[in-house]
């Protein structure tokens, strides 16, 4: 298997800090060619600290490349960071509909490329948060879609499995009232099971193990609801394991905590 990265979301403890801008147009910027910015926004963004600054440098660059694949899906992706950075609704509600325009115009140009299909079915996600029910449905059927595609595209990428089996899995949980509504506007009633979700989830473990704290959490949750206690209590233990970096890596670990004393009852 290839060097896999584990999984890291954009939310930190820090959130109370001033609210990252891009540099005014009037400041001396260092231009850089392609290979090199994406090389160093690549990088930056392996921490949580850097992905403020990963979004600033392609803002810098963005005349320069506004057409290059690379540059433009790296660009949609910035956006979806700022959406998880931001802490207010205003702010995460412009991040996430600019992020999702950049990542349609990168589709629509590159058809082929899987990270193209993957950060527009995450930008809908994220847009689909601000929505009402009928949209909410609307996008949560363009991110099945472009996500299936990634999929195909990219088959060794274990967030693309992450993502797909919290889909199925949220699938699994939806009312009576929200599968009649989808019915209504797609003709189809949207069905996954639990143990669908668990596939999913098992596959990003696979092709990277301790790929994360929150798969952890939805394989233990994934095995509590199928009443396997022993799987569900492993991966909880196994989560104790890793370390603990993000926002969503302590709310998983909260939860997780949850299910453990659930399950010792």
């Known amino acids: 298997m290839g060097k896999c990265l584990r999984y890291i979301t954009a939310n930190t403890d820090t959130e109370e800090q001033s609210f990252p801008v891009p540099k ?15 090389q160093k926004v690549d990088h930056l ?19 320069k490349f506004r057409d290059e694949i ?27 509909n600019i992020g999702r325009t950049l990542s349609e115009r990168a589709i629509n140009r590159a058809p082929m490329n899987g990270h193209c299909h993957l950060w527009y079915a995450v930008l809908c996600g994220y847009v689909s948060e601000f929505e009402g029910l009928q949209n909410k449905i609307n996008y949560g059927h363009l991110f099945k879609e472009h996500l299936d595609i990634a999929i195909k595209l990219l088959p060794e990428e274990p967030f693309l499995y992450y993502l797909k089996g919290r889909y199925c899995y949220t699938v699994s949980k939806l009312s009576w009232i929200e599968k009649k509504m989808a019915a209504t506007l797609f003709g189809k009633i949207p ?9 999913n989830f098992l596959k990003a473990e696979e092709l990277c193990p301790g790929y994360s704290n929150p798969n952890y959490m939805y394989l233990a949750k994934c095995y509590a609801d199928l009443e396997e206690n022993q799987n569900a209590l492993k991966f909880c233990n196994l989560a104790l394991l890793l370390p603990t970096v993000t926002k969503e890596d302590k709310e998983a670990q909260k939860e997780m905590q949850k299910i453990m004393t659930s399950l010792k009852r």
Do not use: I, P
């Not at 790296?74 to 991040?95: C, P």
């Not at 069905?191 to 596939?199: C, I, K, P």
């Open 70 to 96: 690379e540059f433009m899906w790296r660009f949609a992706r910035a956006y979806g960071d700022m959406y998880e950075l931001s802490t207010n609704t205003q702010e995460k509600k412009h991040y996430a």
């Open 191 to 199: 069905s996954s099971t639990v143990q669908e979700a668990l596939h």
């Open 24 to 38: 005014a147009f009037n400041t001396h910027v260092e231009e850089l060619n392609l290979d090199v910015l994406l």
């Open 45 to 63: 963004r392996m921490s949580e600290s850097g992905k403020s600054e990963s979004f600033e440098l392609l803002c810098d660059h963005k005349e």
